[in-house]
């Protein structure tokens, strides 16, 4: 049987590009995002949803997040979101990507999809969103570990802590994270940095590069190590803000 390797992924999401009056300082941070892979030694970047902020904005912002995709000398691969939705009018589908970067991977099955990496003995898999609603759940159809590969799933969507009742869309649950049959569930949705691991399975918010928008001027990722020997560790790391 083939062994695992050491990987690095860089976890991040939310970055909400194109939204000047919400989010203004989101392409700085993107770039410094961007800059900071190589330097913490990540072998592949994670961005789980709401990369864009909404469908109506400008081809421009389509080719410059692709120009940046290009600076990677790494694999990136983003699950869309709900402000991002793999839906009928997809900014997705919109020309800039017909010539996106070869090492740009986006998942594209509303069911799930898994995209091998098979230099990093890694599958990622998650469901790209095509609506928003409480019938929609991220981690539906996981499939199982790959023997000789990692998996890492990608989620985006709301965590219920503990004793949270209330009626969310693109609901999460601690029992189907507990239950999850991947070595780290990479999440986005929430702005904050979030530890959302249950029994044995390690999964975190990364949280936006800025984290909540105006509480700190810090850029920051989520660098997680899948270590055949050490097991799946992450932390919340400050990169170099070039903003
Ligand atoms: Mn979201």
Request: aromatic fraction near 6%; glycine fraction near 10%.
């Amino acid at each position: 049987m083939p062994s695992r390797k050491k990987v690095r992924l860089i976890h991040t999401s939310d970055t909400h590009l194109g939204d000047l009056a919400g989010h203004p300082r989101s392409a700085k941070a993107l770039e410094s995002v961007v800059g900071s892979v190589a330097r913490l030694g990540g072998d592949v970047l994670l961005m789980v949803g709401d990369v864009f902020d909404n469908d109506r904005i400008s081809d421009d912002v389509l080719e410059y997040f692709l120009a940046q995709m290009a600076r990677l000398e790494v694999p990136a691969v983003v699950l869309p979101g709900n402000h991002d939705l793999l839906d009928a009018n997809s900014l997705y589908d919109r020309a800039p990507f017909r010539n996106k970067p070869a090492n740009l991977h986006i998942i594209s099955q509303n069911d799930g999809e898994a995209i091998t990496l098979k230099d990093l003995t890694l599958d990622l898999w998650g469901r790209a969103m095509l609506s928003h609603t409480p019938q929609f759940r991220p981690l539906e159809g996981m499939p199982p570990k790959n023997s000789g590969r990692w998996l890492v799933a990608m989620a985006h969507g709301h965590f219920h802590v503990e004793g949270d009742i209330d009626v969310r869309s693109s609901p999460i649950y601690p029992e189907e994270v507990a239950g999850a049959t991947c070595d780290y569930l990479a999440l986005g949705h929430w702005d904050r940095h979030f530890d959302a691991s249950q029994g044995d399975v390690v999964a975190a918010y990364s949280g936006s590069p800025l984290e909540p928008v105006g509480r700190s001027g810090e850029v920051g990722v989520t660098v997680v190590d899948l270590d055949p020997v050490g097991g799946v560790k992450f932390q919340r790391v400050a990169v170099d803000n070039i903003a």
